[in-house]
């Protein structure tokens, strides 16, 4: 079966410090993969998405960046973190277009 | 652009009662959608889909209604439980025209009293 796992499940970084956060993806190929960002109480907020190796579509320009070095994983980036990229990072894998998206369980950042 | 919506951002419930959480859609040509659970500090899980070509899916204490005439769909939770407590979203999971992007909804939280 698929599976998808993202870490670290909390952080805490200062102004300023750099990000990486990483999602993989085990029991299946070439699926899509998403970042998205969810602010409290609110919907969520598709920040990047892949097709493949390589392929990465930007959905909102930020202070954030996102790559895909290798089939099955997802990395989230920033050379510079800001108060305001503060929130809950969710990464999904899917199919394909037009399928189900499955959810990892998050990590809740907060910039002091 | 199309959007999916929400009419209610919080129900509240008791133990044991019936559910319902609706949702609006504009894209009269959507024709897949999805609801999903997330609890507390988790990301969201996916409960059941319904097509366009169907008026009604049930699952496991969930039913799935789609009007299409007037573009809404309703997730019904029968038999409400404390462990039914989480925020539920619609979605639709291909927005269309060539795009990747899925569209959620803004979610509807359920608070189910014991």
């Known amino acids: 079966s698929q599976t998808i796992h993202q870490w670290p499940a909390t952080l805490v970084q200062p102004v300023g410090s750099p990000l990486s956060l990483e999602c993989t993806v085990e029991?299946?190929?070439?699926?899509?993969l998403y970042w998205y960002r969810q602010a409290a109480g609110r919907g969520l907020q598709l920040l990047f998405y892949s097709v493949g190796i390589g392929q990465i579509s930007s959905e909102v320009p930020q202070n954030l960046s996102a790559s895909r070095p290798q089939d099955r994983q997802f990395i989230l980036s920033s050379k510079k973190l800001l108060l305001s990229d503060s929130g809950f990072y969710l990464c999904?894998?899917?199919?394909?277009?037009?399928?189900?998206?499955?959810f990892g369980d998050g990590t809740r950042l907060s910039i002091l | 652009g199309e959007s999916v919506g929400l009419h209610l951002p919080t129900l509240s419930v008791q133990e044991g009662d019936n559910s319902i959480i609706n949702c609006a859609y504009s894209n009269s040509a959507s024709d897949y959608f999805i609801w999903y659970k997330q609890e507390s500090g988790k990301g969201p899980q996916f409960i059941i889909d319904?097509?366009?070509?169907?008026d009604k899916r049930q699952g496991q204490r969930v039913t799935v209604l789609l009007n299409k005439t007037v573009k809404h769909l309703s997730l019904q939770i029968a038999a409400t439980q404390p462990g039914d407590s989480a925020v539920y979203f619609c979605?639709?999971?291909?927005?269309?025209?060539?795009?990747?992007?899925?569209?959620f909804g803004r979610g509807t939280s359920l608070i189910v009293h014991p």
């Open positions: 029991g299946t190929s070439n699926p899509n």
């Open positions: 999904a894998w899917s199919m394909g277009v037009g399928q189900p998206q499955h």
């Open positions: 979605a639709e999971p291909f927005s269309g025209g060539g795009s990747y992007i899925p569209t």
């Open positions: 319904i097509r366009s070509n169907m």
